[in-house]
């Protein structure tokens, strides 16, 4: 699978533009992957099911891995299956029916989930400042990012394709996060109806979520 592993991390380089450092993160927990699936005889991306991907996080797990770098490990597997299924080289994604890590494990369940979908659904997405809020709303729930690193967004952060955006945070680490198609789906609509209009106004930075002026939310912003 190195072939595949050298194509997809060229592909990052030249084409998404990521860091030096976030591909060499990548690199290191692929291989992780593949030196796992060697001792079992695998080298045949095909051959990958979601019963392997389970085993491989057991593994990590055995071994003492946190969550949080359990998470970074899923983010970077599924960008790496799904640019192997996107571009033909297998037939599904098996990472579709792994669970990703769990991030809340130290925190408190505040919400059940008929209060976040009343949350999610409180926004009248038929205006464009709605629509905004709602986009919003499922990328702060489906990625868990802090009120800073959402407004720092920018349209070349997003790999929709992957399922993942990439997040500038505390000390300026970079890092990728796995997102949902449910905040795909939203922060697309938003995109394509919204955004415009709101860019209008003012001449923006390349940031996903403006103000009604047409420039960067402010953390405050976000809150009203």
């Known amino acids: 699978m190195n072939i595949f592993l050298k194509e997809y991390l060229n592909v990052l380089r030249l ?69 192997l299924f996107s571009n033909k080289y297998i037939k599904a994604n098996p990472v579709e029916k792994v669970m990703p890590p769990k991030l809340s494990k130290n925190l408190p369940s505040v919400l059940s989930l008929g209060e976040i979908d009343s949350i999610l659904l409180k926004p009248d997405v038929e205006n464009k ?9 499922e990328v702060l729930y489906a990625c868990g990012l802090r009120v800073s690193e959402l407004i720092g967004l920018k349209i070349s952060d997003l790999f929709f394709d992957e399922e993942i955006i990439r997040v500038l945070g505390k ?15 939203w922060t697309k609509e938003y995109l394509t109806k919204s955004r415009p209009l709101l860019a209008k106004k003012a001449k923006s930075e390349n940031v996903v979520f403006l103000n009604n002026r047409g420039t960067k939310l402010s953390r405050m912003g976000v809150w009203k």
């Open 15 to 83: 084409e998404k533009n990521l860091s030096v450092n976030t591909i060499s993160s990548y690199r290191n927990d692929i291989n992780s992957l593949i030196n796992f699936l060697d001792s079992l005889k695998i080298n045949d991306p095909s051959l990958v099911d979601n019963k392997l991907l389970n085993s491989f996080f057991i593994n990590l797990q055995e071994l003492g891995l946190s969550n949080t770098s359990a998470a970074r490990y899923y983010s970077s597997i599924k960008g790496f299956f799904s640019y």
């Open 129 to 137: 400042l709605g629509l905004r809020d709602r986009g919003i709303l």
């Open 171 to 185: 000390g300026s680490k970079e890092r990728l996060v796995p997102i949902g198609s449910s905040a795909i789906k």
